[in-house]
């Protein structure tokens, strides 16, 4: 939930600095303005580049633009803000924060991280092994691959079907069903 919080607060900022340098910004630039996930935990918990992609807009140079977005992320859970290279914002998260949500994360258990945001009905099919062939590692893989997918999806709020879908009207079939007659013949 921090990453979404960070994000939504990033976004405000962004278009509040568009504003008052008279900048218009459509929907699918601000879409674009996120933090992600630091590759390198020594550069920060998170950062974000979209000052590199914004700098066009605003007529500045990104790490100018970077100063000014990062003068204005006042939010009690971001312990430390550093600019780097051309324009990266890196964040560090308070350990404060992070001793909140690993305590969430305990009260809530297996139910940690479960939303109820989207709606809808999907129908997940996943092996399909072939009926003719022997089953292999991959059709394992398949079905845990499958099996994670669907659950994520409940977990987001998607009323999931899981099928198993038989192969059965191919060529291979009609090969083996030709096979199995002129034998009993």
Known sequence: ?????????????????????DVTLN??????????????KSRGDFATSCCLKLAKYF????????EIIA?????????????EGPGFINIFISAETKSELLKNIIIE???????????GRILLEFVSSNPTGPLHVGHGRGAVLGMAIANLLENIGYEVTKEYYVNDAGRQISILTSSVLLNAL
Do not use: C, H, R
């Open 1 to 21: 939930m921090i990453l979404i919080d960070l994000n939504q607060l990033l976004k405000k900022i962004v278009i509040e600095v568009a504003n008052e340098n």
């Open 27 to 40: 929907e699918k630039i601000i879409e674009q303005v996120e933090f992600e996930i630091s590759a390198e």
């Open 59 to 66: 007529k500045k140079k990104p790490v100018e633009l970077a």
């Open 71 to 83: 003068a204005n992320l006042n939010d009690k859970k971001i312990e430390n803000i550093k600019i």
């Open 109 to 119: 258990g297996d139910n940690w991280g479960i939303t109820k945001d989207y709606s």
